[in-house]
């Protein structure tokens, strides 16, 4: 490929150009293994982005984080995400069945997809752990973990205020104040507000006169209490408040003649900017959340006390089909999570021959969900009733865990990680009667089904001097079990309900290297990897012969074989130019694997029939789901000195090849595979000279591409997709105190 091969010329280029300066890279610390080390120590693969990192390349939610981690693919469909982490990730979690990628707010999990989608607020940092993470993080971290770490509170009077304005109009207003009251107390308060217009403009006097727009708002406050010389306090207490249609300008794609909105006289747009929809709600999202951490320092071991609550809740409406007909669309969906968690640290104090983590952890979550559709225009057509529930579920989890890691230094080149997790994971799925609307057409349904697994982990690691280190690890990931929804659905061929789904398992073998060569001056750290996914959690599309109605039924009905090269690197050019950037090399293939497709009932039938109907297709030898071959970027920054301050510059390229969202069965479904494309963004500043004023000028995806989709899905009414954001641009001002 042209640009792999062009990247490379350049890196190479720049690396061999000589230049005499002072400057070294800064340490970089993060808390990947529950204590804070430097980067370059820690044996995983672990990918830290600051804060200015973040800034500077135009990253400003959980979505934009897939344009700067190489690997990761987050699509969404309407507010719930769905994240992909080499390659490991699923289609649908809702009430039951839970991410594999685990997403963490400093110390608080985030367990339900439909609260992936957020952005980002005082940040000081964000750590993305790639492989199975079984051992310190344990269920749910097969693909890997995503650690938000937000600013805590400093010893010093500092704060923050900006305002940011751009078209589609723009708004965002932030502020951050850390305020010391005493020698041992004090706060920080941190506010984000923000809203923009729609992206898309309807073009159906039906529904919201535009989607895809913005109201995002969230608060956060953190109090720490230095109690004695050993003992510490932080209480966090947080909360969000959405309400808008974000990614959820749908639009028909494939032949126009399949789709079974447009036959029933609906419209839909044709491209970015415009859709077709009956929508008239937008999807409202609350969440808070309270966690209270309590260290206590000892002479050889620290103990940490973790204590976290969380609630979710949402409602909304979101159409399948794409377009203004009423044909496949979800109304006013109720969905309420609530979690505590309680996790015990012990963690030893670091020396030359030996350390170790140690802790027991304890997780509950009740959730709750109920799919309600409205399929007058079709209901019209083919008779039966308009308003139907899938059913209201209540899903309730109960997980413990004992874990430890411990590593011992052989000499001061050798040292050996060995670590495990026990888990024991119960789960319980009731499904009832809408209290919504009349028909509901799953029956009703009770069950409790267990798990228990053993994740363990063995690190090799040698030291070379004064270069960096390699690492060879074994790892195993632990995904739990769980229910669909509704787990009440009839399997076709036994005629009873849907079995629950068995956790999925992922074995990684890693060989990795972090080094800093050059003076200090250039930073490359890598690791080639190699994953055995076993009883893979597979999301396909059936009948229920009961009810005729089609639902999403995840099954456990693969293997895999993942086999990848991850590259990230710093380099100091000169003494106000930095290039960094990262990519990922991956091959990935589904074994005996007899998946489901969607395809044309026209083409199946010969004839003009709309909508999709899903056949059997052998996905055996083929690549996985939203896992491309080839994914990097690359920012530079060039830091301009000006006699009355300092002009930073830079511009951030990011870009994947072309991955399927699923499986194409036919031509005509072609549609499903999205195709290579690269995001440019660019970024301007101007520091007064105490860096108190900052000046700003921002543009995203500034080569305008249009060919790239947040989601594309194929479902019973056609295949639809949600159009990517298209470029924008603006400015900030901010204050420094």
Request: proline share 6%; hydrophobic share 40%.
């Given at each position: 490929m042209n640009f792999k091969r062009s990247i490379f010329i350049c890196v190479i280029g720049i690396i061999t150009h000589k230049s005499v300066f002072a400057a070294t890279l800064e340490e970089v610390i993060v808390t990947a293994q529950k204590r804070s080390e430097s980067l370059q120590e820690v044996p995983i693969a672990v990918q830290a982005l600051g804060g200015e990192a973040l800034d500077e390349a135009g990253i400003g939610d959980t979505l934009d984080l897939q344009l700067v981690t190489p690997g990761?693919?987050?699509?969404?469909?309407?507010?719930?995400?769905?994240?992909?982490?080499r390659g490991i990730g699923n289609r649908l979690a809702l009430a039951g069945l839970d991410p594999s990628v685990a997403i963490y707010m400093d110390d608080q999990y985030i367990g339900v997809a439909q609260a992936g989608l957020f952005e980002f607020a005082d940040v000081e940092r964000i750590e993305v752990l790639k492989g199975p993470q079984g051992t310190l993080y344990g269920r749910n971290a097969s693909g890997g973990a995503i650690r938000i770490v937000t600013k805590g509170v400093d010893d010093e009077l500092n704060g923050k205020l900006s305002a940011t304005l751009g078209n589609y109009n723009t708004r965002k207003f932030s502020g951050t104040v850390s305020v010391p009251l005493s020698d041992s107390f004090g706060v920080r308060l941190s506010a984000l507000t923000s809203g923009r217009d729609g992206y898309a403009d309807n073009i159906s006097t039906e529904g919201l006169s535009e989607l895809d727009d913005g109201d995002f708002s969230a608060y956060r406050v953190k109090a720490a209490w230095r109690i004695t010389d050993t003992i510490d306090t932080t209480l966090s207490l947080g909360m969000t408040d959405q309400d808008d249609t974000n990614s959820s300008d749908l639009i028909v794609l494939g032949p126009p003649e399949y789709s079974l909105g447009l036959s029933l006289g609906g419209v839909t747009g044709t491209s970015q900017g415009k859709v077709g929809t009956s929508i008239s709600d937008k999807t409202k999202t609350e969440t808070s959340d309270a966690a209270l951490r309590i260290n206590i320092s000892g002479e050889t071991v620290d103990f940490s006390s973790i204590t976290t609550y969380w609630d979710f809740e949402q409602n909304g409406s979101l159409e399948l089909d794409g377009t203004s007909a009423r044909a496949l669309e979800f109304f006013g969906i109720p969905q309420e999570t609530e979690s505590f968690s309680q996790e015990l640290q012990w963690l030893s104090i670091m020396n030359e021959s030996w350390d170790w983590v140690a802790g027991l952890y304890y997780y509950e979550q009740e959730s709750s969900f109920e799919g309600l559709v409205d399929r007058s225009d079709t209901a019209a057509v083919a008779g039966g009733p308009s308003y139907v529930s899938q059913g209201y579920q209540n899903a309730e989890t109960l997980a413990y865990a004992a874990f430890g890691q411990t590593t011992y230094h052989l000499d001061d080149s050798w040292s050996l990680t060995l670590g495990g997790r026990y888990n024991y994971e119960e789960k319980k799925a009731i499904v009832r009667k809408s209290k919504y609307v009349a028909v509901t057409v799953t029956p009703e349904y009770s069950d409790k089904q267990d798990w228990t697994e053993f994740t363990p982990?063995?690190?090799?690691?040698?030291?070379?001097?004064?270069?960096?280190?390699?690492?060879?690890?074994?790892?195993r990931g632990f995904k739990s079990g769980g229910y669909n929804y509704t787990a009440s659905t009839i399997n076709p061929i036994t005629g009873e309900?849907?079995?629950?789904?068995?956790?999925?398992?992922?074995?990684?073998?890693?060989?990795?290297?972090k080094t800093e060569l050059m003076d200090n001056r250039f930073r490359l750290n890598g690791s080639l990897y190699y994953y055995d996914y076993q009883d893979l959690q597979v999301t396909a599309n059936t009948t229920d012969p009961s009810s005729g109605v089609q639902a999403n039924i995840t099954r456990n009905a693969a293997n895999?074989?993942?086999?990848?090269?991850?590259?990230?690197?710093?380099?100091?050019?000169?003494?106000?130019?930095?290039?960094?950037?990262?990519?990922?090399?991956?091959?990935?293939?589904?074994?005996?694997?007899?998946?489901?497709?969607?395809?044309?009932?026209?083409v199946l039938n010969n004839n003009s029939d709309p909508g999709m109907s899903a056949v059997a297709y052998d996905a055996s030898g083929h690549e996985l789901l939203r896992a491309p071959d080839f994914s990097g970027y690359m920012t530079i920054s060039y830091d301009i000195p000006v006699?009355?301050?300092?002009?930073?510059?830079?511009?951030?390229?990011s870009y994947k090849s072309s991955y399927k969202y699923d499986f194409i069965a036919d031509t005509s479904t072609s549609a499903l595979e999205q195709d290579a494309y690269g995001i440019l963004n660019a970024r301007a500043s101007y520091y007064t000279s105490d860096d108190k004023w900052q000046f700003t000028i921002w543009g995203k995806n500034l080569l305008d591409?249009?060919?790239?989709?947040?989601?594309?899905?194929?479902?019973?009414?056609g295949i639809r997709g949600?159009?990517?954001?298209?470029?924008?641009?603006?400015i900030e001002l901010g204050y420094h105190f």
């Open positions: 990761f693919v987050v699509s969404t469909t309407g507010p719930a995400s769905q994240m992909y982490l982990k063995a690190t090799l690691q040698y030291t070379l001097e004064d270069e960096g280190m390699v690492y060879f690890t074994f790892a309900p849907e079995p629950p789904v068995d956790p999925e398992l992922l074995d990684m073998y890693e060989f990795g290297w895999a074989e993942v086999l990848g090269l991850d590259l990230e690197f710093t380099l100091l050019v000169g003494e106000y130019w930095t290039l960094n950037g990262a990519f990922n090399f991956m091959d990935s293939e589904y074994q005996d694997f007899i998946a489901s497709a969607q395809m044309y009932n026209g006699s009355s301050g300092r002009a930073p510059v830079s511009v951030t390229y591409e249009d060919n790239y989709y947040d989601d594309i899905n194929a479902n019973p009414a949600s159009v990517g954001a298209p470029i924008t641009y603006g």
